[in-house]
């Protein structure tokens, strides 16, 4: 699989120190502003000749945003420069930017201008990845009152790096953040801009390597779930003498009374996505013989899921509920080793309850894919849902590292990780999927692609944003997120997935 990688903070600084050691170094804040400048020029600026806001912080992301405005005002566009730190305080390369920006007759404001300036667009370099993240330190005084002035103004943003007060590491918001509509990042993508507030913060992201050409760079260790990434990962094309039996059977395990729904979303999700068979195992007492509305589904006991060969994947926990009836299916399905096994919902509950589901679970030879919400995820953690979400990247790692299995943390740029520490954040999906079921969807579609003959990995990265492209593509068609139902995204995702096919094909 190739992917773009994404760099925690400190790989960035490590890919910045080892330029600096190159023997003949480049200079990395002129590349940077010069890069984002022309970004602005001819990406972003609706005429020639514009009025621009540029905020400056103290450090090296307020020197890339010096060197942004002196290339702007090169090119004949009005700037205004905000900057309050001291100059002589500033990085040696910060300092050489805003004396650069000073000798073409540039000037300095020490706060925003008030009246009724009509700006074009404002650039945001106040902090970027400078913002010091481990000691948890919020935005506050002056530079807060521009990010809190700048922000309802509509006007477009564009953030230089990363949008001051975000994370770049955790996609968490430090006190007040910028809202940028884009966001210039350089060198490489940072997990940040994808997960938690970095989507609500970042808008449209534009990648600035800079042309670094290093002899021994870092390995990155995450990467990016993006349309080019999924559509590598297609199953096989099909032949022209195959069976339902070359497509695989899956089986459900849950719908308890109540619940029936969640097992049925999953087996029609995992039907509709190319499983040949798929069986459905409900605990619900005067359980229903056959699903009416889809008659393909195979309606058995739950004992009979157990004696299906051959078994493609098991799916435990769509309804499945947490009585002692739940529990005992669940320790038989951990005891199988003949399945892979896709545990959602309840079953990931089950486990944080028991320890010893969880040593069976990290046990099994057999994969095992656990697609946990943050809430879930905090009680296999044995923590609170802000620890998870304040720390996603390494929450995402712990679950997969303790249950040794594949993992996708949901949410706003879900995590896929593997067992091996590898991580994919995805870009697809919005708030519509903020409605009851469509987790349930997701791990139907898991055990189709599984079934097809994907291995577990390329399963879960190509369900988790074959799922979000459907809710997106939901959206458009709607001009809205509110009022999507589960059972939509099923028929999105199914069309999607073959006109995929049919491209590659």
Same mark, same amino acid.
């Given at each position: ?91 040696? +390369?910060?300092?050489?930017?805003? /004396? ?29 990845? =400078?913002?010091? /993240? ?26 230089? +790096? ?66 080019? #990434? ?23 395990? !849950? ?8 097992? #049925? ?5 995992? #039907?509709?996505? !190319? ?41 435990? =926990?769509? !309804? ?23 545990? +959602? ?7 944080? /309850? ?66 091996? !520490? ?10 519509? #999927? ?5 987790? +349930? ?65």
């Amino acid at each position: 699989m190739t992917a773009n990688p994404v760099y925690l903070t400190a790989e960035i600084r490590k890919i910045e120190h080892q330029t600096a050691m190159l023997p003949k170094p480049p200079r990395l804040m002129e590349k940077a502003g010069l890069a984002a400048a022309q970004v602005i020029r001819d990406q972003l600026l609706r005429k020639s000749k514009c009025c621009i806001l540029i905020l400056a912080g103290p450090g090296n992301n307020g020197g890339d945003a010096f060197v942004v405005a002196r290339y702007l005002k090169e090119w004949g566009n009005a700037i205004t420069v905000v900057f309050s730190g001291d100059p002589q305080r500033a990085p040696s +390369d910060a300092k050489q930017a805003i /004396q650069s920006w000073l000798d073409i007759g540039g000037e300095i404001s020490a706060a925003i201008p008030n009246g009724d300036k009509n700006w074009d667009m404002i650039v945001d370099g106040l902090f970027g990845i =400078g913002l010091d /993240q481990s000691q948890n330190r919020p935005i506050e005084g002056e530079y807060r009152a521009w990010i809190e002035t700048v922000n309802p103004m509509n006007v477009p943003i564009v953030a230089l +790096d990363i949008p001051s007060g975000l994370g770049s590491d955790d996609g968490c918001i430090y006190g007040v953040a910028i809202r940028a509509t884009t966001t210039v990042t350089f060198i490489g993508y940072k997990p940040g801009l994808f997960t938690h507030y970095g989507p609500e913060c970042c808008g449209t992201v534009v990648l600035c390597e800079l042309d670094i050409h290093l002899p021994a760079p870092p390995e990155p260790q995450t990467w990016l779930l993006n349309d080019i #990434l999924a559509q590598t990962l297609l199953p096989p094309p099909r032949s022209a003498n195959s069976h339902k039996g070359s497509f695989g059977n899956v089986a459900i395990l !849950g719908g308890s009374t109540g619940m029936v729904g969640a097992a #049925l979303l999953a087996g029609r999700s995992a #039907l509709y996505l !190319g499983a040949g068979r798929v069986y459905l195992g409900l605990l619900a007492d005067n359980a229903p013989a056959v699903d009416f509305s889809q008659p393909e589904l195979m309606l058995r006991a739950p004992s009979e899921l157990f004696t299906l060969k051959p078994l493609n994947c098991l799916v435990i =926990g769509p !309804g499945l509920g947490q009585s002692a009836t739940a529990l005992s299916w669940l320790e038989t399905a951990l005891m199988s080793e003949y399945a892979l096994l896709v545990l +959602d919902a309840d079953a990931l509950n089950l486990i944080a /309850q028991h320890p010893h589901l969880a040593k069976k679970l990290s046990q099994r030879k057999a994969p095992a894919i656990l697609t946990p919400h943050p809430a879930e995820a905090a009680r296999l953690l044995k923590t609170d849902i802000t620890a998870v979400q304040h720390d996603r990247m390494n929450a995402a790692l712990q679950l997969a590292q303790q249950s040794n299995s594949y993992v996708v943390l949901k949410g706003a740029g879900s995590i896929c990780c593997f067992p091996n !520490g590898k991580r994919y954040l995805n870009t697809s999906g919005n708030p519509a #999927l903020s409605t009851a079921g469509t987790g +349930d969807v997701l791990a139907g579609i898991i055990a189709a692609l599984i079934a097809q003959g994907l291995n577990p990995d390329r399963a879960l990265l190509l369900a988790v944003y074959l799922h979000g492209a459907a809710a997106d593509r939901w959206m458009q068609q709607h001009r809205g997120m509110l009022g999507m139902v589960a059972s939509e995204v099923i028929a999105e995702a199914r069309e999607l997935l073959n006109e995929w096919a049919y491209k590659k094909n």
